[in-house]
């Protein structure tokens, strides 16, 4: 059978969109310190993805960071099983076979996620320009002090008054002698 009769399969088929693996680790941060294990294996993730899906820019998702921290630093898992898929602009972007689809979802944070929970939005700009409680208490405070002086003590003078004070004194009594 002659060589030219054999079909290469087209560049499409050769490179699905969406691929699952099994990403060995432990062969490499075995070679490690104890405490860089955790990050090696994420590097070692990046360095797996961009060798078999040649993709050019790696996007790993919270759920694989999670995984290989779960255990903290010097423990990740000695092997993770990841799905990868690649868009049309060489992104390739990993994630646990069970986890959501990342398209579109940006990370909101602990304050987003309690507002998303409470069911409350951003606060319009107009609405903080508003005068709050805090800022009306503290005008009402401000009123009272200029309607009443506040007594002073004794240990809250200044020292220089408290010496022309002295001297007022001393000049009253000798005036009353």
């Not at 490499?28 to 860089?36: A, S």
């Not at 002090?145 to 220089?160: L, M, S, T, V």
Request: charged letters at 45%; zero cysteines.
């Amino acid at each position: 059978m002659a060589k030219d009769s054999k079909t290469k399969p087209e560049a499409a088929s050769a490179s699905p969109e969406e691929r699952i693996y099994n990403v060995p680790l432990r062969k490499d941060w075995i070679k490690v310190p104890r405490n860089k294990r955790a990050r090696k294996s994420i590097s070692t993730i990046r360095m797996f993805l961009k060798r078999h899906m040649k993709g050019e820019k790696i996007v790993i998702s919270q759920g694989i960071n999670h995984a290989i921290w779960y255990r903290g630093i010097e423990r990740p898992p000695g092997k993770i099983k990841i799905r990868a898929s690649k868009d049309s602009e060489g992104t390739v972007s990993a994630r646990l076979p069970d986890e959501a689809e990342m398209k579109g979802k940006q990370d909101k944070g602990r304050i987003g996620k309690m507002r998303e929970r409470l069911g409350r939005k951003k606060p319009d700009i107009a609405a903080e320009k508003l005068p709050s409680k805090l800022e009306e208490k503290k005008e009402e405070l401000k009123e009272k002090k200029g309607e009443e002086e506040p007594k002073k003590r004794k240990g809250n003078e200044d020292p220089k008054e408290k010496g022309k004070k002295d001297k007022k004194d001393d000049a009253g009594k000798a005036d009353s002698n």
